[in-house]
Each structure stands twice: as C-alpha cells, then as structure tokens.
C-alpha cells in the first residue's frame, strides 16, 4: 500500500472522498515525513503543524456534514 505522503494530490483527494483517507490522515503522515526528512534537507523555512493540523480537522468535519 502507498503511504499517503507518497500519493499525488489527484490520488489524495480521490482516497479522501472515498473515505479511504482523512485530510488529518494525510497531513499527519506528511507532518512525520517532513519531520523524518528535513535534518538532512533543510527544506522548509517554517513548518506550522499546529496550523495545518488544525485546518485539516475543520475540513474532516465539514466533510461530514451537519
């Protein structure tokens, strides 16, 4: 199975609407990817993982309705 973080956003989305995958799923797995990776790449100038972590809980619930 690919990880999520291995996915393309084409991929991404289809796995969330399908229900196989959460945007806090994703952003979980590309949060520990990042943090697995960036001593080595120093890629990123600022990571907000509160930031994101809290949008994709908000779009988890707007996803399920009222």
């Given at each position: 199975?690919?990880?999520?973080?291995e996915?393309?956003?084409?991929?991404?989305?289809?796995?969330?609407?399908?229900?196989?995958l959460?945007?806090?799923?994703?952003?979980?797995?590309?949060?520990?990817?990042?943090?697995?990776?960036?001593?080595?790449?120093?890629?990123?100038?600022?990571?907000?993982?509160?930031?994101?972590?809290?949008?994709?809980?908000?779009?988890?619930?707007?996803?399920?309705?009222?």
């Amino acid at each position: 199975m690919t990880a999520p973080f291995e996915l393309s956003v084409v991929d991404a989305a289809a796995a969330i609407r399908a229900g196989r995958l959460s945007a806090t799923g994703l952003v979980e797995a590309c949060l520990a990817r990042i943090g697995a990776c960036e001593e080595h790449l120093q890629a990123w100038v600022t990571v907000d993982r509160q930031g994101a972590l809290a949008t994709a809980r908000r779009l988890d619930v707007d996803a399920r309705g009222p």
